[in-house]
């Protein structure tokens, strides 16, 4: 990997795919959620922590001549996630329009817990929600500036939980999302003394040891 500019070597452009004209004949939609940029300001180093941290991530480049810019990834993209200081800038107002969080996917129920269990070791304060949404299980953290951030994964096949979600969720026979929440350290716990992710991701389980006072 090239580390000094005078060593790099520009490439001929290589993209996914090549549409000759006309070919695109109907609104295309994304590909994926490339990346998000995020204003922040007193805060910048421990944003830069924060996010290195919760996504295992390294810093690709850092640009300090209009703005202070921070590029971080956690694959093969050149950045997931842009902190960029902004002098001047107040604090996050509560309960204002906007973003409300991003959600970022993982594959399990263990990496969701290694993550809060690592975050909760650093002191970080815990996730303001855990709720298992049926198709899905999420953490809802906050990070340093309050911005609102989701850990979460799929209970069910990608058409399994769009299915889910367009027939079952929110009708009557699903009840209120509150009844699905949960307490994360009785979650690890529970994890932890082997019980099954099968159960611990149902939300009917769920539910059921919430009452009981297991979860």
Not at 24 to 39: D, G, L, N, Q
Not at 60 to 78: E, G
Request: proline share 7%.
């Amino acid at each position: 990997m090239a580390t000094e500019p005078s060593s790099f070597q520009l490439k001929p452009t290589n993209p996914i795919r090549q549409d000759p004209p006309g070919a695109v004949k109907t609104m295309p939609s994304p590909r994926e959620m490339h990346h998000a940029h995020i204003f922040t300001n007193e805060k910048y180093e421990e944003m830069i922590e924060f996010y290195k941290m919760l996504f295992n991530a390294e810093v690709v480049a850092v640009h300090d001549h209009v703005a202070s810019l921070t590029f971080i990834t956690y694959d093969d993209h050149d950045h997931r996630v842009v902190l960029i200081k902004r002098p001047g800038l107040k604090p996050k107002v509560p309960n204002s329009v906007g973003v409300s969080h991003i959600a970022y996917c993982y594959e399990s129920l263990g990496e969701l817990i290694f993550i809060y269990k690592r975050l909760k070791e650093s002191g970080h304060p815990p996730p303001q929600w855990c709720v298992n949404h049926g198709n899905s299980t999420s953490f809802y953290y906050t990070d340093p500036d309050g911005n609102e951030v989701e850990t979460m994964m799929d209970n069910f096949s990608t058409i399994d939980t769009q299915e889910y979600k367009r027939i079952y969720q929110f009708t009557e026979a699903f009840g209120e999302t509150p009844e699905a929440d949960f307490d994360p350290d009785k979650m690890v716990a529970l994890y932890e003394s082997g019980v099954h992710d099968t159960v611990l991701l149902d939300r009917e389980e769920v539910r059921r040891m919430r009452l009981e006072g297991t979860l």
